[in-house]
């Protein structure tokens, strides 16, 4: 779909950080965006008022989420493992549900989701992201697990999906379009760092580059000292 074809935006997740840059990317460029978060975040939207409607609701509500993707072109989805009620499989299910056919979904998560088992990761990783599932489940705050199952459906479905895998964020102004790659472990990524409002614009740029339907990109910021060695040092 070229960029034409891309005029109503919906943005599963608007109100949290990577949400707010989407919505404000999306906004600059034109598109019509329709903004799903939970009723007790709409507050965070308060610098768009009257600029995007705002749907408040669990973003894993199926009927939330069929009122805020009718009519849209492309839904951006933040796949978050909030709780122990898979949230982030009800979500991506939701989407997959009502979303019109032919719309483009691009989805976020992190590094640790693999699509074809030929991601390599560092025993540091391995260790750190086991503790923060027993820890989340234990305390249920988060299910990290629900991620992977949120990942494992939208890859076996037959929409115009994307889900971009996101390396550590940090904040600050915009390097440009991060660069990505198939497999985590290439030594592009290995600077493991990308400014969060680059992702936000990885996502949004996604909505119109068909080069990445059915891909799951591991991206990274382009200006990172892996990025620049593979680019021969050039910026």
């Keep these: 779909m070229g960029t034409d074809g891309m005029k109503k935006v919906c943005i599963v997740g608007a109100s949290g950080k990577l949400g707010q840059y989407m919505v404000r990317q ?57 709780g122990v009620q898979q949230y982030s499989s009800g979500t991506a299910q939701a989407v997959l549900d009502h979303a019109r056919p032919g719309a483009r979904l691009i989805f976020s998560c992190g590094w640790h989701i693999t699509r074809d088992g030929k991601d390599r990761y560092s025993w540091l990783f391995r260790t750190a992201l086991r503790i923060a599932a027993v820890l989340g489940k234990l305390v249920r705050a988060a299910e990290i697990d629900d991620q992977v199952e949120a990942c494992r459906r939208v890859f076996a479905s037959d929409t115009r999906w994307t889900v971009v895998r996101g390396s550590s964020l940090e904040e600050g102004a915009s390097q440009g379009l991060p660069v990505w790659s198939r497999h985590v472990g290439d030594p592009v990524l290995a600077s493991d760092l990308t400014r969060r409002v680059d992702f936000a614009l990885f996502m949004v740029e996604a909505l119109t580059d068909d080069t990445l339907v059915r891909e799951a990109p591991a991206i990274v910021g382009c200006r990172t000292p892996s990025a620049l060695a593979h680019a021969g040092g050039r910026p």
């Design 26 to 82: 999306a906004l600059e460029r034109g598109y019509e965006v329709v903004g799903v978060c939970r009723e007790r975040s709409v507050p965070k939207l308060a610098a768009f008022e009257g600029r995007m409607t705002v749907v408040p609701g669990p973003t894993n509500d199926p009927e939330v989420i069929r009122r805020a993707v009718a009519g849209c072109d492309g839904v951006l989805t933040v796949l978050v493992p909030w």
